[in-house]
């Protein structure tokens, strides 16, 4: 892995963000960022994971779909 990436948190420290983590884990979004200086502006991050199989060169299984709905409640 690269040395020059950076995690979640040094990003949003960078970018002068908050990070609020989902709630439960099947909720929308999985990460929230959130404008110090503005909570106004913000966006979100949903993480999907999915695996391969060695048997078929290529092959990937399918992604789950999730959606934001319209809980107004959480974060983004």
Known sequence: MSKDLINFKEFADQIDFNIILAEKQNWYPDISFVSKTDESIKF???IKTTYRLD???GFCNG????S????DSRPC
Do not use: C
Request: aromatic share 14%; hydrophobic share 30%; charged share 30%.
């Open 68 to 71: 934001v709905g319209t809980d």
């Open 55 to 57: 048997d078929y060169d």
């Open 63 to 66: 992604f789950t779909l999730g």
């Open 44 to 46: 979100s991050v949903d």
